[in-house]
């Protein structure tokens, strides 16, 4: 689940707004301070905007073609069982009802990470609804990237394979001309040394 986000450059800084939440950011200082704010708030605004007002969750629908958040498992279960339970006219106090739990316990399945895969199974088990996981590749920029990647690292060039980059020395390249590409791939291998490495494959066009 990925919501699609634009950032746009104003006279008061830069503003990030989310297609499908109808969501803007304030002006920000950066437009990786926007992709920070958006990615650290979305449990916020989907909490105060739609489920405290008692609405349903707008689910992932323009596609990504430049910036996405990537909403964490958990979130995207809160998410689907808050709307599960609105489109059957299930409220919080029935639902805890059904569980054998309080409404307080129930609240926090939508407010905080506590709570186990297992207990929303068990939630959609009343909707007679299974929980299925798919792994997909995300269009990831090298930038954000190599902010999850601690290790040794070689980036390629989608079109010769060549190394434009490597974690230990600089390479022939500028790695900071290679940011805002997207990584198309990525596996771990072996360098020149021997040594462990993650192979990032990166798409030279996409700039």
Same mark, same amino acid.
């Given at each position: 689940?990925?919501?699609?986000?634009?950032?746009?450059?104003?006279?008061?800084?830069?503003?990030? /707004?989310?297609?499908d939440l109808d969501f803007d950011t304030k002006p920000q200082p950066s437009s990786e301070k926007v992709e920070e704010v958006i990615s650290e708030?979305?449990?916020?605004?989907?909490?105060?905007?739609?489920?405290?007002?008692?609405?349903?969750?707008?689910?992932?629908?323009?596609?990504?073609?430049?910036?996405?958040?990537?909403?964490?498992?958990?979130?995207?279960?809160?998410?689907?069982?808050?709307?599960?339970?609105?489109?059957? /006219?299930?409220?919080?106090?029935?639902?805890?009802?059904?569980?054998?739990?309080?409404?307080? /316990?129930?609240?926090?399945?939508?407010?905080?990470?506590?709570?186990?895969?297992?207990?929303?199974?068990?939630?959609?088990?009343?909707?007679?609804?299974?929980?299925?996981?798919?792994?997909?590749?995300?269009?990831?920029?090298?930038?954000?990237?190599?902010?999850?990647?601690?290790?040794?690292?070689?980036?390629?060039?989608?079109?010769?394979?060549?190394?434009?980059?490597?974690?230990?020395?600089?390479?022939?390249?500028?790695?900071?001309?290679?940011?805002?590409?997207?990584?198309?791939?990525?596996?771990?291998?072996?360098?020149?040394?021997?040594?462990?490495?993650?192979?990032?494959?990166?798409?030279?066009?996409?700039?």
């Amino acid at each position: 689940m990925i919501y699609a986000y634009e950032i746009k450059k104003t006279e008061e800084g830069y503003i990030g /707004h989310v297609f499908d939440l109808d969501f803007d950011t304030k002006p920000q200082p950066s437009s990786e301070k926007v992709e920070e704010v958006i990615s650290e708030g979305l449990s916020g605004v989907i909490e105060l905007k739609y489920r405290k007002n008692k609405k349903p969750i707008p689910l992932p629908s323009t596609e990504v073609t430049e910036y996405g958040a990537v909403v964490p498992v958990k979130l995207q279960l809160r998410i689907l069982l808050w709307n599960t339970m609105l489109e059957n /006219h299930v409220t919080q106090t029935e639902m805890a009802a059904i569980l054998g739990i309080s409404k307080a /316990h129930l609240n926090q399945f939508f407010i905080t990470e506590n709570v186990s895969v297992e207990k929303y199974e068990n939630a959609f088990f009343i909707f007679d609804k299974d929980i299925t996981v798919n792994i997909m590749k995300k269009k990831t920029k090298l930038k954000n990237f190599l902010n999850q990647v601690s290790g040794n690292f070689i980036v390629r060039d989608c079109r010769g394979g060549y190394a434009v980059y490597t974690s230990k020395t600089e390479g022939p390249n500028n790695l900071s001309f290679y940011s805002n590409m997207t990584v198309t791939d990525s596996y771990p291998d072996k360098d020149e040394d021997g040594d462990a490495v993650l192979v990032i494959v990166i798409d030279s066009w996409d700039n």
